[in-house]
C-alpha cells in the first residue's frame, strides 16, 4: 500500500474555478447524468459551501435560513485546461455524505466531513468532475443504536452517528444554517521524476535547551542528496532502508517558542533540499508544554518551557458560518483582535469545526496556543461502530498530521461535555466513558504528538465532571446561574475550558448599521439572542440580573423609560463581570490556572456570546478582557475584614522596576487616603500587598468595620513603570457598590499627533466610570473604562479599514453617571 503523496516536487492545480451547483430533490438523480439540463445552474467556487453559492446568487439570507440538508447538491466543473495522464485528485474535505464522480463513474464515496481523500485518477482531456452531496435529512432520521442519553442543545440526535459539524444543528445557540458542500480546497496533483511519500516532522525542545527536528520520507526515484534545513542548520538525510530517509536536526542555542504573553514566538523556516532544490516546508517553534496537576493532584495548569502559563482567552466558532473560510485572510482579522485583548489561548471546541493550517500557522506567529477537541460532542456516541471509530481514527491521524509543526497546539481534548451529559443525567461514571476518548484518540496523540498533552473530555476530572474545584470545568457560577460574583473564589475554579457567557451588546455602530430596532423588545433582537433550548430563560434575562445587582436599576422599567440609558449599562455590565471575575483568578493564592470565555466571535450581528460582534468589531466587554489580561497587572481585591489588598503580577521573563500608587477618593474627587511605594518585582512573579501597608495606618478601605458614614466611594490603584513613567495597569475598587460611585463628571479630550500616529487624551475633574470614546474612521486602544482626575488617558488612535492615516479624527466621548456629549 503507497503512503500518502507529499506536495514536495508534485505539481499542484487547485479546482477553484468553473463550478456550477444545481440542487434536486433526495435521491432523485443517481449520477450525473440524471441531472436534468433544464435544473437551474449556479456558480460556485471551490472551497464553498452551498450557502456561499446561494448567497451570492441572491437566493439565501443568512439572516433568514432555510434547510440545506433536504435536497442533492451537485457540484459539476469541465475540466477543459487539464491535460490527460495520470493525477492524483486530493478533496480535503466534503461536508458530509458526498459521491464523487469523473466522467460519469463513481470513483468514491466520503461519509465524513473531516477526512481528506487522495484518488488516483487517469484524465484524458475535457473531463467532467461532478461531486452529488446527497441529502443529510434522511439519514438523521435513521434510528441508530439506542442511546443512553440525549442532549437537549442539538437536533436531530441522528447527528450521533453522522461525522459532520453541529453547527447549524443548535437551535438557540447558533443560525440554522447546514454545513454542505465542497468546504475545503479540491487539487490535482502530478507527480515529477521523483515523488516523496510519507514525509513526518517532530519538533522538540529538550530539557537542557535544546532544539531537536526529526523528520522522515519516503523517497521514489533517484535522488543524490536531501537535506533538511531549519532555520540557517542543515542535516543531511540518511537512508534508512525500503526508500526511507531519516534525519535529525539539532539547534543547540535555540530561541524557544512563547505565548506572547509570556516571552516571543519564535519561529523558524523549515524546508527540505533535493539535490540543490529547495522545497518550502512552513515555519516551526520549539516548545515544551506539561501539565501540573498541582499538590493535591487536582488541578490543571499548563507548563510552557517549566514555567506555568495562565491560560486566558475564549472559545473559537468560526469566521463565516456560511462561508467556513479557511484561508489566512479570514482568519487574520479575528486572530489578531484576539491577540490585541491579551489573549493567549483559543479553544476549538467539539461543537464546532477543525480549522485549516493557516489557522495554526496564525497562531503560532501570535504566540496563541490552542486548545484542541476531537468533534465529538455532548452525545452518547456508539462504543460498537467499528465504521464510527475508524472515521474517527482517520480525522484525527490527518488533523494532527496536518499540525504537526505548529508550537501553538497545546491541548488535544478527546470533546465536549459527553462525560458531563451523562453524569447530569444521573447515570454512573461506567456508562460516562467511551472507547474513543479513553483509548483510541489518546493513541493516536502519543504517536503522532507525543508533545502535546491529552485531555479525556471538557469537563473532567472532578468527583462530577463538571465539578470546579478539580480538573477541568466549565464554570458558569457567575453567568448563567446567576451566582454572586463571589462565586468565583467559592467554587476554587483550577481551569474552565468555558466561563461567564453573556449576550453582550455590541457597540452603537454595528446596531445602527446591522440591527437597527428596539432592544430586547423586537422580536429581531430577540432572535439573535442565545439561550439554551427547552429553557425559561436566555442570556439576555442573565446580563438584566447582573446589571440590577452592580447598579440598581431595574432593566424591564430602564428598557421603557430609557433605552438609551439601559444599552449603555448592558454594555459595561458585562465588561466589568469579566475584569472582577478574571482579578479574583489571577491574584496571588488563587489555584485558579486559567479561564476561556464562551465565545470569541458572534455568527450574526446582535447580542451575542461573542466578544467580538460579527462584523468583526470588538465589543465593549473586549476592551475589559485587554484590561483583564494584561501580562504586567495590578489588581484589588477586597478581604472584607482583612481590607483590601492590591497584587502585583509580572508574567514577562524579565524583573521590572515599578512604582506603585493608591489613593482613596470621597466623591471620586478628594483624596482622603494615599499610599505609594517603588517595586522590583521578579520574572514570572507575584506579589500582594494591604494597603494599610501603603498607608501606614488602618484606614477601612473596604468599608467593612462601617464605624461611621463612608469616607470614599473609589480606590483606585495606578502602577507606573519607573524607566519610563508609562501608565501599564489600573485598578478601581467600589467600596460603597459602583452606583454610589457614579459622577456627572467634567469631561475633556484632545487629539493629537505623533510620527504619524494619532492619539486622543482625556481627562476628568473625578471619578468616571466607563467612558466610551467614539471616534469617526478610528478604533480606540481602550474604551469603556474607568477614568480618576490626575494625569490624562493618552489612547491610540487605528484607523478602520480602507482609511488613510491622513484622515483626521473627531468624535465624541461619554460616560455612565451624565447624559453629557463631549465633542472631540
Partial sequence: MQGRLASIGAEETLLTEGWNLVLTEAGSCAVPSDVPFASQFIPATVPGTVAQALENAGLFDRDNPYPLNARDAWYLCRLFDEEAGEALLRLKGLATLCDVFLNGAKILSSESMFESHDVPVTLFGGDELALCFRALEPKLAEAGPRARWRPQMITPQGLRIVRTTLLGYMPGWCPEIHAVGPWRPISLLRTGAVVIRDLTLRPELTDSGEGRLYASLVIEGGVDEIVLRCGTCEQAFDRNGGGQYVATLKISDVEPWWPHTHGIPFLYDVSVVIDGVVHDLGRTGFRRVAVDRGMDAQGFSLVVNGEPVFCRGAVWTTNDIVRLSGDRESYRPWLTLAAEAGMNMVR???????????????????????????????????????????????????????????????????????????????????????????EIIPDIANRLRVDVPYVVNSPSGGVMPFTPNAGITHYYGVGAYMRPLSDARHADVRFAAESLAFAHVPQEGTLARHLAVPAVHSPLWKARVPRDRSASWDFEDVRDHYLNELYGFAPERLRREDPELYLDLARAVTGEIVEATYAEWRRKGSRCNGALAWTLQDLVPGAGWGVIDAMREPKPVWYAMRRAFRPVQVLLVDEGTNGLDVHVINELGVPLDLDLDVVCLREGQQAVVSGRRELQIAARAKEKIACTDLFGAFFDTTYAFRFGPPSHDVAVARLHSRATGALLAEAFHFPLGRAKALHAAQLEGAVTQHDGDWFVEIKCDRLVQSVHVDIDAYRVADDWFHLAPGAARRLQLFPREDIAADVVPSGRIKALGSRRIFEI
Avoid at 389 to 412: C, G, K, M, N, Y
Fill in 348 to 438: 476549538i471546541g467539539g461543537t464546532m469545526a477543525y480549522e485549516t493550517r493557516e489557522f495554526f500557522a496564525l497562531c503560532d506567529e501570535l504566540g496563541i496556543l490552542v486548545w484542541q477537541d476531537v468533534m465529538l460532542a455532548n452525545f452518547d456516541y456508539p462504543k460498537a461502530d467499528k465504521a464510527f471509530q475508524t472515521h474517527v481514527e482517520t480525522e484525527v491521524t490527518q488533523f494532527l498530521s496536518e499540525t504537526r509543526l505548529s508550537p501553538s497546539l497545546a491541548v488535544i481534548c478527546g470533546g465536549s461535555e459527553m462525560y458531563q451529559q451523562a453524569a447530569m443525567f444521573g447515570l454512573p461514571e461506567r456508562y460516562w466513558t467511551n472507547p474513543i476518548t479513553e
